[in-house]
């Protein structure tokens, strides 16, 4: 296949929209069971937008955004519309007079009519085409954005939603003349490394809340990526009690493939693990007061980070008890699907006896599942601050006395 497949003239200013036109001969997309707003057709659509530097710094402050609060390189549809610049997870909603004429005004002056263009034979009910758009869970998903130059104008393709690694992009180029054109090309994970790449796909994580944004939610959580998080009334309680206590922490987490294609973007890995803590039972009777807890974190590894521990820093267990014999412990991959439950148990000794207690830990039908099993404590203090293998991804547990 030619890697160059068509090139499309555009003028450099508003008649761009009458030549970059793609004509729509699918009744069928926009009837049924179909979508009524198309992943390829929004990317269509922004290959073709009269874009300038501005455009381009808008959606590079939005992935950068969504990045920096733990989530994907993504800028969302209904951040794109509400609220122009701004990442998933933030709350302040950023000025309009930021970005005085917005991606979005391009998108709705393409889709209503725009100058000298047909698109409004193309879509039927514009108006309804923009609100499913900003309504839908689609977004502008930029991987590697952290090696853009700052000029270059992006190559804009789509999920194929097949576990395809190669898909049809728009590349938007200008000519010696000035002109800009759109040249069809094939766009793999290698050209996305290379040159700046929008992908529109679905967003996955957003609904998630991240271990940045749990900390900056809660400021005794810590700051992460060095400190360890754990309450401090925990640590002065037990100081001054003189009894002290155990915490087991997860220190990093080293993700060893990827676990989807690299059109959806990163791998959300979610860590669960059942115990119970502070468990001081000497009676049998004493144990039926225990309840066990499951503790869970997302954490999103983005593609360029395959390979490079990530720090978590993070308690699993804030008071592992003498009588705590072992926990259950799960990594599954997000991939959606239907509830279900892992049956599992923790282990907990009560005078001299050890009694199984039974531990529900949520999973999606669709979910890979990384690993899962139980951990002594025996094996976490031997092991506390190696690093362990399990499955595809390495952890670096740490036990702390305090």
């Known amino acids: 296949m030619k890697t160059m497949l068509k090139r499309i003239i555009i003028a450099a200013l508003l008649p761009v929209f009458a030549a970059c036109e793609f004509i729509d001969d699918d009744i069928d997309k926009h009837t049924g069971n179909e979508p009524y707003v198309a992943l390829d057709e929004v990317a269509e659509i922004l290959a073709c937008l009269p874009m300038d530097a501005s455009h381009l710094s808008e959606v590079h402050n939005a992935v950068l955004a969504s990045s920096g609060n733990g989530y994907d390189e993504e800028y969302t549809m209904s951040d794109l519309f509400e609220s122009p610049g701004s990442g998933v997870g933030d709350e302040d909603t950023k000025s309009n007079a930021e970005y005085k004429n917005p991606l979005r005004n391009l998108i709705r002056e393409y889709v209503r009519g725009g100058v000298s263009t047909k698109s409004s034979a193309r879509i039927p009910d514009p108006d309804k085409w923009l609100d499913e758009l900003q309504k839908s869970d689609m977004q502008i998903y930029w991987p590697f954005s952290e090696n853009w130059d700052g000029k270059t104008f992006p190559v804009v393709t789509f999920d194929p939603e097949?576990?395809?690694?190669?898909?049809?992009?728009?590349?938007?180029?200008?000519?010696?003349?000035?002109?800009?054109?759109?040249?069809?090309?094939l766009v793999d994970e290698a050209m996305a490394e290379k040159v700046p790449?929008?992908?529109?796909?679905?967003?996955?994580?957003?609904?998630?809340?991240?271990?940045?944004?749990?900390?900056?939610?809660?400021?005794?959580?810590?700051?992460?990526?060095?400190?360890?998080?754990v309450t401090p009334a925990f640590a002065s309680a037990a100081r001054a009690s003189g009894s002290g206590f155990k915490s087991l922490m997860l220190k990093d987490f080293?993700?060893?493939?990827?676990?989807?294609?690299?059109?959806?973007?990163?791998?959300?890995?979610?860590?669960?693990?059942?115990?119970?803590?502070?468990?001081?039972?000497?009676?049998?009777?004493?144990?039926?007061?225990?309840?066990?807890?499951?503790?869970?974190?997302?954490?999103?590894?983005?593609?360029?980070?395959l390979g490079i521990p990530q720090p978590f820093n993070a308690v699993l267990i804030s008071e592992w008890s003498p009588q705590l014999e072992s926990c259950a412990f799960m990594i599954i991959e997000d991939d959606g699907g239907t509830i279900e439950d892992w049956n599992c148990t923790a282990l907990v000794r009560v005078a001299s006896k050890s009694y199984g207690v039974e531990i529900k830990i949520p999973f999606h039908s669709r979910d890979d599942v990384v690993w899962r099993g139980q951990l002594t404590g025996r094996w976490l203090e031997a092991n506390s601050n190696l690093v362990g293998h399990f499955g595809d991804v390495d952890l670096t547990f740490e036990v702390l006395e305090y």
């Open 162 to 185: 097949d576990n395809s690694a190669v898909n049809i992009g728009y590349r938007i180029a200008v000519d010696n003349d000035g002109s800009r054109y759109v040249e069809e090309v």
């Open 197 to 229: 790449v929008w992908v529109v796909n679905r967003n996955s994580d957003a609904d998630f809340t991240t271990l940045e944004m749990l900390r900056r939610e809660d400021p005794e959580w810590g700051s992460g990526g060095g400190s360890i998080i």
């Open 254 to 305: 080293t993700m060893k493939r990827n676990y989807d294609p690299w059109f959806t973007g990163a791998s959300e890995f979610f860590v669960k693990i059942g115990a119970v803590e502070d468990f001081t039972a000497s009676t049998e009777a004493e144990l039926r007061l225990y309840s066990p807890t499951v503790t869970d974190f997302v954490i999103v590894v983005r593609r360029n980070q």
